[in-house]
RNA sequence: GGAGGGAUGGCAGAGCGGUUGAAUGCGGCGGUCUUGAAAACCGUUAGCCCGCAAGGGCUCGUAGGUUCAAAUCCUACUCCCUCCGCCA
């Protein structure tokens, strides 16, 4: 959310955002409803400074034992008025909270502006998509081949776009959690968290998730509870409506939680195995950090993800997202993606972002400045580090063999009895 | 699921219809004293909104209601605690 006061006096800026992300919303609508309240509030503020004092006189004269008949039908048809005022007031603050919520951040000037994915930047490459001298499997064929996947039986149980990992495959998935949050409290200085996979709407509409994406989400109607999409959700909000100390900043977390997407109406070709499914893996990271320092705790947070695909041995690359592409909550956003030798693409395995106070200001996360005393909204980060399915393919598939087993990276073994490969089990 | 109790400032805790945004204690900050510290004493110590400012308004779990007037009375909801039942 932003701040209605930066609106109201940043209005070509945030116009000039809303264009830029190929959004249709009318800011000058937004600043009428706020003039319209603040006349409003000025009126009820007045009426109720005079209500108060004579209400005050009414006390006075009850006890010394004088009447009060005159005074209080008096003050009964300023309450009137007030009530209706308020009224008046609180509709209008709702409209105007109500388009807030939808507005999306304003982007950070090192944003490449485009309108959509095209416009994204290349900001490096690391590694280089291995060169194959046998043909090359997809991660489905060697999934069957080595008994890691069954999907046919997990669309039985559940429906497609589920995975049902199977014995070493499951091994293979937990040894893989296992080892980044390892990677991330040890090396990296994230604490972990294990949260609830479901969360209240509150929750949803203080990471930015809702209201726009409703549709996006699985929601426990009988309830009103979500499946989180991204552990960002609960971890994030655990310090709603908190204020810290600044001496507590900065605050690192790190959780694994599976990960919930309705994916409503994106089949196609993408829906093929893996790489886009209803349920996934994740390890998070999230990041509560002063305001002067999100853009360079951004870029170690990205390190630290980095590190990880490093450690797995994969190439990959990160992506400055544009204006046209970036998601409604972040102000800057570097995507990481793995090369899928089976797909032959780029699959984005982490998704690195600096909020700002977007999604402080929703959520009320504050902390008290030590020089000022004053109360002010941290910053938020977060990013994958990393996104399992995607992580799972391209471990399959850039580590294979001839023979169709594949070789696990060192970082991995000890999370597997020291295996060095995965071979077929009978 | 059933029965009862509770939710007040950073924390503990009073207030239960009227000059109470809120006693008191602890903690924090500033000062006096001290070579320094402790103790003692004095002062100070919530957030939000409108306003250039002066100033004003709002907030005692949340949302409604009663009243001239609500932290205080009523209703619903949320969360916490105790007991019973059930159960990974």
């Not at 100390?245 to 900043?249: A, C, G, K, N, V």
């Not at 994916?263 to 209803?278: F, L, N, P, W």
């Not at 998601?327 to 972040?330: C, E, I, L, T």
């Given at each position: 959310m932003l701040d209605l006061k930066f609106i109201r006096e940043n209005s070509k800026r945030v116009e000039d955002a809303l264009k830029n992300r190929n959004v249709r919303l009318d800011v000058n609508e937004l600043l009428k409803l706020d003039s319209q309240r603040r006349a409003f509030l000025t009126e009820l503020e007045n009426l109720r400074h005079d209500k108060r004092k004579e209400s005050d006189e009414i006390a006075k004269l009850k006890t010394q034992g004088k009447p009060i008949e005159n005074e209080v039908a008096a003050l009964k048809t300023v309450s009137e008025r007030e009530s209706e005022l308020e009224q008046k007031l609180a509709e209008l603050e709702r409209q105007i909270k109500d388009f807030l919520l939808l507005i999306p951040n304003v982007t950070h000037p090192s944003v490449p502006t485009g309108a959509d994915a095209a416009a994204n930047q290349v900001v490096r490459v690391v590694g280089e998509p291995r060169k194959f001298d046998f043909p090359v499997r997809t991660h489905l064929e060697l999934g069957e081949y080595l008994k890691l996947i069954d999907l046919p039986r997990a669309a039985k149980i559940s429906g497609s776009g589920f995975v049902l990992f199977t014995g070493q495959g499951a091994r293979f998935e937990r040894a893989m959690i296992n080892f980044l949050l390892d990677l991330h409290t040890k090396e990296h200085g994230y604490t972990e968290l294990s949260p609830p996979f479901l969360v209240n709407r509150a929750s949803m509409t203080g990471t930015g998730q809702l209201p726009k994406l409703e549709a996006d989400m699985y929601r426990l109607k009988d309830d009103d509870l979500f499946l989180i999409p991204t552990a960002e959700v609960p971890v994030t909000n655990i310090h709603a409506n908190e204020v810290f100390?600044?001496?507590?900043?900065p605050k690192y977390y790190t959780a694994y939680s599976a990960c919930f997407r309705r994916?409503?109406?994106?089949?196609?070709?993408?829906?093929?195995?893996?790489?886009?499914?209803?349920q996934f893996d994740k390890v998070e990271l999230v990041k509560f950090v002063q305001p002067e320092t999100s853009y360079d705790e951004l870029e170690k947070l990205v390190g630290n993800a980095e590190r990880a695909l490093q450690k797995l041995e994969l190439p990959y690359r990160i992506l400055a997202l544009s204006t046209g592409d970036i998601?409604?909550?972040?102000a800057k956003c570097y995507d990481i993606e793995v090369w899928s030798p089976g797909l032959q693409t780029w699959l984005e395995c982490s998704s690195c972002s600096n909020f700002e106070d977007f999604q402080a200001r929703r959520a009320n996360i504050r902390y008290r400045q030590a020089a000022t005393k004053r109360v002010n909204f941290v910053h938020t980060l977060n990013g994958s580090g990393l996104g399992m399915a995607r992580i799972f393919i391209a471990m399959l598939e850039h580590h294979q063999n001839a023979d169709g087993t594949v070789t696990l990276p060192k970082a991995l073994r000890p999370y597997l009895d020291g295996a060095e490969r995965l071979v077929p089990q009978f």
């Open positions: 100390e600044e001496s507590d900043l994916e409503a109406g994106s089949y196609g070709k993408e829906t093929k195995g893996m790489t886009r499914v209803h998601s409604f909550a972040a």
